[in-house]
Structures are given as C-alpha cells and as structure tokens.
C-alpha cells in the first residue's frame, strides 16, 4: 500500500461528456503529478502540481485540467470526452517535484472507458 | 526529444530463471534513473532509483545496473518467482528543463511454473 488513493476505481463515459477523478496523495507529500497510460503503454506525464501550483504539463490540450487543493489532493478534470481518452489515469504523490530523486508513490488509478 | 527506450517488449521464463532487461535512453542533461514494477491494473511500484554516481543498485531478487557513459541501463532478476510476472518500466529523469520524468513503455514478464 502506497497511501495515495484515486476514485472512482472505474468509470464508463460517453463522447462529449465531462470527468472528474480524484486523488488523495499520501501524508506529507506536497507534490501530485497525473499519468495517462493507454493499454499497452507505459504512463505519459500530464502535469504536476507542487503547493497548488501547476508545475509543469506534458503534451496534453487545454481540456485536461486540473487542481490541487490545501490538503495537497488533487482531482483531474477532462472536458468534451473523446474515444482516445480511455486509458488507466494514474496519480503519483511525492515529498517535491522529483527533480531529485524522490521516489514516486502511485495509486491504483482510475480505469476509464469512453463509449 | 528525450526518449526511454526498453527491450525486449515482452518475456517468457520458466520459474527459478534469470532474466535481464534492458533500457536505453536519451534524456539529458541526466538526474535519476527509476525501475518500476506494474501489476496488471494497479500502479507502479518503485524497485531501485540510480542517480548519476551509482552504477549498481539491489533489492532483494532485483539488481539495475546503471551506464551513464553510454546511457543504458539493466534491470536482472535472479531466481524468478510466479509473482514477478508484470510489466517493468523504466523512468529517466533530467535536470533543468528535464526534470519531468520520461517513461519507458514496459517490458511484459510473464514467469510459467
């Protein structure tokens, strides 16, 4: 067990919808970064965001987004939902932003399928 | 473009064998270099991390080797067990600019009795 946990476990959308999924990183860690991994795939870096900020953002477009809330959670919004967006949503809690070595705790994820 | 990239793809031993995985990357300038374990629909789980000063790193059956020269990197699994069956990737990480780390896109180990 890492401490961070995501919600929904699954979630099954329709094109053009909205999702909200969620992260509680683990205590102490005040960074939380968000992965995409398709099927197949290794993860693809979504962003990070590090005492509420954003901290730095993959090649991803403007309908993903996201927030970090005082408690260092964190939830990831993905607006007007298209077939390719079905993929294992990964979140990663780290005591900084990994420009180090620190080590990366990730949860289970959220499976997402978009229909 | 900073790239990770690993082989074989995929891997099939018999239990109690060996096996040795490989990554190459191209990230630079060069921080830390990460090997992760990924059961099949869970989150990876961190195995060894390597900065640019070690050029070895153990845990427990997992051994990563670390070439910064020539940017490549080994992850050998000695004496494998049913439950080593997931998929390992490799996570390089730079400095500056690079801080952002690049995955790799997995080699898949299955591990038969």
């Known amino acids: 067990e890492t401490g961070v946990t995501q919600s929904p476990t699954h979630l099954i959308k329709t094109r053009g919808q909205q999702v909200t999924l969620r992260c509680s990183s683990q205590s102490g860690h005040n960074t939380v970064s968000w992965y995409q991994q398709a099927l197949g795939q290794g993860p693809q870096f979504i962003f990070q965001y590090y005492r509420e900020e954003e901290n730095g953002r993959g090649n991803f477009p403007p309908r993903f987004s996201g927030l970090q809330f005082p408690n260092y959670s964190s939830e990831l919004n993905v607006n007007a939902l298209e077939l390719d967006d079905s993929a294992l949503y990964l979140c990663a809690s780290s005591l900084g932003t990994g420009s180090r070595s620190e080590k990366l705790f990730f949860g289970s994820g959220t499976q997402l399928s978009v229909l | 473009k900073n790239q990770v990239e690993q082989s074989p793809q995929s891997l099939i031993i018999l239990e109690g064998k060996n096996c040795t995985l490989q990554c190459n990357y191209t990230v630079s300038p060069f921080s830390n270099l990460r090997w992760y374990k990924q059961d099949t629909g869970r989150g990876p789980v961190s195995l060894t991390i390597?900065?640019?000063?070690?050029n070895t790193k153990s845990n427990g059956r997992y051994t990563a080797t670390l070439d910064a020269d020539t940017k490549q990197s080994s992850l050998h699994i000695t004496a494998s067990q049913l439950s080593d069956s997931a998929s390992y990737i490799c996570?390089?990480?730079?400095?500056?600019?690079?801080?952002?780390?690049?995955f790799g896109r997995g080699t898949s180990l299955i591990v038969h009795p």
């Open positions: 390597m900065t640019f000063s070690e």
């Open positions: 996570v390089v990480s730079g400095t500056g600019g690079s801080y952002i780390p690049t």
